[in-house]
């Protein structure tokens, strides 16, 4: 219908179509861009806590990078087909920009859903490692890890040390202990002399920021999703138009 309607209008409208599809490049070049920054961006992140991430979401930036790179490439190919007005490079242009938005509207709507599903996993993983904390060394490490670099104490607060994990502990661990009057450092043990703590549990501190960072990824995925859609319908119809350009020139 939208190839019949370009007939009877001419080449005006043609010639905005294709303006308007080298538009639709320039987004794709900085949302390509944008993808692999969030991707790239996503891995950095989750190597500060991967030891309670699930492999999952590194699986998913690396979607996002590839995506991404895609895309980029793509944008040249649109924008050589409109100007050497090549059907075949259109065509080829549209059929992969198709299979794109597939595969990042899919990807955004998994990652909608896999929201809650990474924030329970994060926290039933910080609660086991507590469990096995001074008795696997993997999970020792793990903890003291992101205590340090986070400056973070147990999964809710300091006192999940004593409270929360099973073994409990008498005090907290030596890489949640802190300098006084330094940033998110306040929490005392009464008997435990001078020593303070960090305030703030990990799972309270890092939970935003993995919200933050699916959301975010979701939403660039869809938004560059659906503005593929629209390009591809818009490729189609110039790829016919082309074609009966070079028909009608023949004869």
């Known amino acids: 219908m939208g190839c019949c309607l370009f007939d009877c209008i001419g080449g005006i409208v043609l010639t ?13 070049l900085v ?14 992140n989750i190597g500060e806590v991967d030891d309670f991430i699930s492999n999952d979401a590194e699986i998913g930036a ?18 050589c087909g409109a100007i050497k007005k090549s059907p075949w490079m259109m065509n080829t242009y549209a ?24 924030e329970n996993g994060f ?18 490490k793990a903890w003291d890890k992101l205590q340090s670099e986070q400056q973070c104490c147990g999964v809710g607060n300091f006192t ?23 940033d998110g450092c306040g929490a005392q043990i009464p008997s435990n002399g ?19 960072m699916v959301l975010s990824t979701a939403g660039v995925g869809i938004g560059t999703a659906l503005l593929q859609l629209v ?14 350009k070079r028909r009608k020139g023949s004869h």
């Not at 690396?62 to 924008?79: N, P, V, Y």
């Open 16 to 28: 905005i179509f294709r303006w308007a599809l080298f538009v639709f490049n320039v987004i794709f």
């Open 31 to 44: 949302g390509g861009i944008s993808l692999i920054v969030t991707g790239s961006l996503l891995l950095v």
């Open 62 to 79: 690396i979607i996002l990078i590839t995506t991404g790179s895609i895309s980029f490439l793509l944008a040249f190919l649109g924008c």
């Open 95 to 118: 059929g992969l920009l198709f299979v794109l938005f597939a595969t990042q509207l899919a990807g955004g709507i998994v990652a909608f859903v896999y929201q809650d599903s990474l």
């Open 123 to 140: 926290k039933e993983r910080l609660v086991n490692y507590g469990n096995n904390y001074n008795t696997e060394e993997f999970a020792t």
């Open 160 to 182: 999940d040390w004593q409270e929360l994990f099973v073994p409990p502990l008498e005090v907290p661990p030596v890489s949640c202990t802190c300098n006084e009057g330094s």
């Open 194 to 212: 001078d020593i303070f703590y960090y305030t703030e549990g990990c799972y309270t501190k890092i939970q935003p920021f993995l919200r933050d």
């Open 231 to 244: 390009a591809g319908l818009f490729s189609l119809c110039l790829a016919n138009r082309f074609k009966e």
